[in-house]
């Protein structure tokens, strides 16, 4: 992933973190400046539970490692530069698949129904 417009970043991530396995809860507490994130793994294996915000800057909650590794909050992996967006991609790379049992457990009952028909 080349470093893309800053005014893509939240978009850009979401879809690469729904990619990995996340899922998305669009009702964080009546604010809809973020996104919150889980991951059927958990932070145990890595996965931890994420906040993304609006302007693209990813929270971790409750991490065990920390996300960032460079200057600034170790909970945090910012959209101001390049350094940030390898950051994004090194996180991004230590994230497990889910196991296919938890990729049925979080699917859709339409998914589920169209995996079958194709099938």
């Avoid at 996104?35 to 609006?54: M, Q, T, V």
Wanted: charged residues 25%.
């Amino acid at each position: 992933m080349s470093y893309p417009h800053k005014e893509h970043a939240a978009l850009i991530r979401l879809h690469a973190l729904v990619r990995k396995g996340y899922r998305p809860d669009l009702g964080v507490k009546n604010d809809t400046n973020m996104i919150r994130l889980e991951h059927p793994r958990g932070a145990s294996a890595g996965a931890p539970d994420l906040l993304l915000c609006s302007d693209g800057l990813l929270i971790a909650s409750g991490n065990l490692q920390p996300l960032n590794t460079g200057e600034g909050n170790p909970d945090c992996i910012y959209v101001k530069d390049e350094a940030d967006w390898r950051m994004f991609e090194s996180f991004l790379a230590s994230v497990p698949k889910p196991t296919t049992f938890q990729e049925l457990d979080a699917m859709k009952i339409w998914e589920a129904r169209m995996l079958v028909t194709v099938r």
